[in-house]
């Protein structure tokens, strides 16, 4: 799954590891410092960027088995965009 907000956060979530918890690659905005670790979804969800307090969207286009996560990493790190 592919989330975003804030303009250049992106968060791609490739494994569930329980209720609340999910591995994820990150980028925050600096693709050379994008890493993988674990994510809150309830956190994320919490997340409000102003100026007008919208919150994290789901990419409704992102197909979630059309690329491996290695793919995804390399061409993010790269500067592309997924």
């Not at 994008?34 to 286009?61: H, N, Q, R, W």
């Not at 979630?64 to 996560?69: C, K, Q, V």
């Amino acid at each position: 799954m592919k989330l975003f907000g804030g303009g250049a956060f992106t968060w791609y979530l490739y494994e569930k590891l329980d209720d609340d918890i999910y591995m994820a690659f990150v980028n925050l905005g600096d693709p050379e410092m994008a890493e993988c670790g674990t994510v809150s979804m309830s956190e994320l969800m919490s997340i409000k960027f102003p100026p007008f307090g919208l919150g994290i969207e789901k990419d409704m286009y992102f197909e979630p088995l059309s690329r491996t996560l290695k793919d995804v990493i390399d061409t993010v790190k790269s500067g592309g965009h997924v």
